[in-house]
């Protein structure tokens, strides 16, 4: 079962441009939506998170926008560089648990110069 | 540096042959996972331990086993490895404090011939 879902699959952005990936999550009990960042041959490294208290969350060009209400949540990277050109993994999880994360199925964004 | 580190980072076998994947962290963390990355599947939990002597099932642990006898090594190890478990392994660990980020290793290619 699929707890998390992912779209697109595959993305690609024009430099400058702004990319947006969805996740929507099913279990009403998740508090806590990472997004991890993998680029090739590395472990996936934490990009952002949020908390289902806040709808928002920018770290520099990176923002989540959360909806809680729909069960979804998003990650938007605005002015999109090369360099930003990696797997993206949208994850949930519940406080506290020791279960860990459970993540979305990944997109690979590609970002052209 | 603060890291996970996993050995051997490629591998290949043959159907059958045991094989232990060993997977070393170095900030103490209490919490430890594996998890396996295939292609349109993310990344999914085969194992976890909350500490040492302490394991449980995530969702995908057929034809895995783990043990936690230190707080720093998490070996995974396939008992009789079959094609299905050619995947790329990750290991991560993370605290058991508020902070949920989980810090992932350098990954594991597997292939079972």
């Known amino acids: 079962q699929q707890q998390v879902k992912q779209s697109p699959q595959s993305l690609i952005v024009q430099k400058g441009g702004i990319s947006i990936i969805n996740c929507a999550y099913e279990n009403t009990a998740f508090d806590y939506f990472p997004w991890y960042q993998q680029f090739p041959g590395k472990g996936p490294a934490l990009l952002i998170a949020i908390r289902p208290d806040v709808s928002e969350k920018k770290e520099g060009r990176f923002t989540i926008s959360f909806n809680k209400s729909a069960k979804q949540f998003s990650l938007h990277i605005m002015d999109s560089q090369p360099g930003d050109s990696a797997t993206y993994f949208c994850?949930?999880?519940?406080?506290?648990?020791?279960?860990?994360?459970?993540f979305g199925s990944g997109t690979q964004l590609t970002v052209l110069p | 540096e603060a890291q996970v580190t996993q050995n051997p980072r490629y591998l290949i076998t043959v159907t059958g042959k045991k094989l232990t994947v060993t997977c070393s962290q170095n900030m103490n963390h209490e919490y430890m996972s594996w998890y396996r990355q295939d292609p349109g599947l993310g990344l999914r939990q085969i194992y976890y331990s909350m500490n040492v002597e302490v394991t449980d099932k995530g969702d995908v642990p057929e034809g895995y086993k783990v043990s936690r006898k230190e707080k720093r090594n998490f070996p995974l190890i396939l008992e009789s490895p079959s094609p299905n478990q050619t995947s790329l392994y990750f290991c991560?660990?993370?605290?058991?404090?508020?902070?949920?980020?989980?810090?992932f290793g350098p990954g594991t290619r597997l292939t079972v011939t």
């Open positions: 991560a660990s993370r605290s058991a404090g508020p902070s949920y980020e989980q810090y």
């Open positions: 994850a949930a999880s519940f406080s506290g648990s020791a279960r860990q994360l459970t």
